[in-house]
């Protein structure tokens, strides 16, 4: 093969992803990134413009708090900036120690592992648990990292409809895997509202399977002290595998799994998300405890995010569009057809406020939506002025 050949391949192979581009375009898929100027926070920059912004998961308003700041530059100090190697080689730093026996504490389960990030936690248990021989049993509208998990595991697959836990003991009780898991969201990412734990615990006790939780967005939220969803529920049971992430309500990154030793010893053994990378910087776990302090004794964060929901709740109640049934600090308003959907956040953010978009396939064909995201980082009269906006364009 000449050059040439060589180079009508290759510009051909650009234009098929061209024109796959375009479709995305016309059909009101494509997406854009912003450039974020500013720290995370409820008054960002972008472009040079200021904006309050109701997109991150920092529920707690913790992503850019200063003694978080001062613990990352204490934990540099420390320990250095990189962890230089994996976990199992000689990465897991004193620091790191100390971060799972905190948050295994604080969760009340035997034992905890960290992860670099909650996707690659997913990816990690499921993958780690199950083979061939064993079926998950999954919500659909779990988290794409779930289901990511699901297939690489190469485990029977097999997705409920949301919330059917009529489907759910239909599709346990005709299976014959040797290993069952049911795994669900805790709080839905794109819906906000929470899962039936209880009711999946007695189906998985009745079924003997293990039930995996992905508290995302319940850690630091949900429960006393923000322990999240077990103890918003009070459940305590060796079946939980419970995964939280440390991005989001806890304001820096990461996630962990908690549960029985012999389940997290056997991740140690076999996740490979786990085994295969470098450790995070042992800086962010130092970071992370001090995290975990302010989530446990400023309960005046989750009150003043209460607080806020109930402000939007209660204001755009006589509005043409829907929110969704949530309680949680997600909050989606849907529209409907894409376009319409990204119209309304570029109204918005004409306004001063910043509302994400989400559209399939993050969501289902059909329900586009505004997700709105209250944080205790707003103040009421920030969701005053988001309210006004929403009633005004409606
Ligand atoms: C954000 C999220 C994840 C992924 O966590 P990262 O730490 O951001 O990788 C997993 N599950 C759910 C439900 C999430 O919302």
């Given amino acids: 093969m000449n050059n040439s050949t060589l180079n009508t391949q290759h510009s051909t192979l650009q234009q098929a992803l061209a024109t796959e581009l375009a479709e995305l375009e016309t059909r009101g898929l494509r997406r854009t990134r912003r450039v974020l100027e500013s720290p995370q926070s409820a008054q960002v920059t972008v472009d040079g413009r200021e904006f309050t912004a109701f997109c991150s998961n920092d529920y707690l308003g913790l992503a850019s708090h200063p003694g978080l700041v001062a613990a990352v530059q204490e934990g540099a100090a420390r320990y250095g900036v990189g962890a230089g190697a994996s976990h199992l080689i000689l990465g897991h730093s004193v620091a790191h ?27 990690g248990v499921v993958s780690a648990l199950l083979g ?14 779930l289901n990511d998990a699901a297939l690489l595991s190469r485990a029977a697959f097999r997705r409920y409809p949301h919330l059917d836990l ?21 709080v839905f990412s794109m819906d906000g509202d929470i899962a039936p734990v209880p009711e999946l615990l007695f189906l998985c006790e009745r079924y003997d399977a293990w039930l995996m939780l992905d508290d995302a967005h319940g850690f630091g939220v949900l429960g006393r002290e923000g322990r999240g969803v077990l103890s918003h529920f009070s459940i305590r049971s060796p079946r939980v595998i419970y995964m939280a992430t440390l991005g989001k309500a806890a304001g820096v990154s990461g996630a ?15 996740a490979r998300s786990y085994i295969y990378t470098t450790a995070t910087p042992p800086l962010l776990a130092h970071a992370l405890l001090k995290s975990l302090e302010l989530m446990a004794c400023e309960q005046w964060r989750r009150d003043q995010l209460e607080n806020n929901i109930i402000v939007l709740k209660q204001g755009i109640t006589k509005n043409r569009w829907n929110l969704m049934p949530s309680d949680t600090a997600i909050q989606p308003l849907v529209i409907g057809a894409n376009a319409d959907a990204v119209a309304l956040s570029e109204r918005l953010a004409q306004r001063g406020l910043l509302v994400p978009a989400i559209r399939p396939p993050t969501v289902p064909r059909g329900s586009a939506r505004l997700r709105i995201s209250m944080s205790a980082a707003h103040s009421a009269e920030d969701v005053g002025r988001l309210v006004a906006a929403l009633n005004e364009l409606q």
């Fill in 132 to 145: 061939r021989s064993d079926a998950v049993f999954a919500d659909k509208l779990n988290h794409a990292s």
């Fill in 256 to 270: 962990f799994v908690a549960g029985a030793a012999e389940v997290i010893e056997t991740l140690v053994q076999r």
């Fill in 166 to 186: 009529h489907a759910l003991e239909k599709l346990l009780a005709a299976s014959r895997a040797r290993r069952k898991l049911v795994v669900t969201d805790a």
């Fill in 97 to 123: 120690h100390a971060l799972e026996t905190a948050l295994a504490g604080f969760v009340e389960l035997p034992r905890a592992l960290l992860f670099s990030t909650g996707y690659m936690a997913n990816i």
